[in-house]
């Protein structure tokens, strides 16, 4: 699976926007990228996935650049329930490997 | 929302003893795994399964581990005769597949894990 290259960690204020960058330089044309969180003691939970479109749903927005070596998960809004460990994966199949992820802390 | 539940939520059991955890995907879901994560580690992938066997494992997942989907609802994951190190938070997940072009992109939905230790 390709790789992704995430900060290991990162602080935002409560109720400010937070950007999450990711970096995937070696990804395919066939790759898509998706978001992961695990909040504390919980399993993963899907956030978000594109292509090459930027996306957005009701947890979060997903920029993607336009040569699609680089992506940003962007919290609109960060609450403290948004501390959490964010994974950025890429995949092409049905398999979802998750590395160390950026574990983001809220300030209140 | 439906989600997929995971039972027992702690399971505490003697090395060399057999364990299985269970785990209800969502119902309409075809694609089911487990990964586990050791404490303080990152999540691994173990297995999936779909239609019925193995569609891809990892190496973690050798001849101690097996799943079975016993009936329309249950999944689960057994391990033969434990080992201090298999003691680790096990989650289930499930997705429905969807295919657009080459690629995949259906996420994952995953259960609360179970909580193995083995003394």
């Known amino acids: 699976d390709a790789k992704t290259t995430q900060p290991n960690s990162m602080e935002s204020n409560e109720e400010e926007p937070v950007h999450l960058p990711c970096n995937h330089s070696?990804?395919?044309?066939?790759?898509?990228i998706h978001w992961y969180r695990q909040l504390p003691s919980q399993g993963p939970e899907y956030v978000i996935h594109?292509?090459?479109s930027n996306v957005n749903n009701r947890m979060a927005s997903l920029a993607i650049a336009e040569d699609r070596k680089s992506s940003t998960l962007i919290l609109h809004r960060a609450t403290l329930r948004d501390a959490a460990v964010y994974y950025c994966?890429?995949?092409?199949?049905?398999?979802?490997?998750f590395g160390k992820g950026t574990r983001l802390h809220i300030l209140p | 929302e439906p989600e997929v539940t995971q039972t027992p939520s702690h399971q505490v059991t003697q090395m060399g003893q057999e364990v299985i955890l269970r785990c209800v995907p969502i119902?309409?879901?075809?694609?089911f795994y487990w990964y586990r994560q050791i404490l303080g580690q990152k999540v691994e992938f173990l297995v999936s399964?779909?239609?019925?066997?193995?569609?891809?494992k990892s190496e973690i997942f050798d001849d101690q581990f097996s799943v079975e989907r016993p009936d329309g609802s249950n999944f689960t994951l057994k391990i033969r005769s434990t080992k201090l190190e298999d003691s680790a938070m096990y989650f289930c997940?499930?997705?429905?597949?969807?295919?657009?072009?080459?690629?995949?992109?259906?996420?994952?939905?995953f259960g609360n894990g179970t909580r193995l230790t083995v003394t």
């Open positions: 070696t990804i395919s044309g066939t790759d898509y």
């Open positions: 399964f779909y239609n019925n066997e193995i569609s891809e």
């Open positions: 997940a499930s997705s429905e597949p969807t295919f657009v072009g080459q690629g995949y992109s259906s996420p994952l939905h």
């Open positions: 119902s309409n879901h075809l694609y």
């Open positions: 994966i890429l995949t092409r199949d049905d398999k979802i490997i």
């Open positions: 594109g292509l090459t």
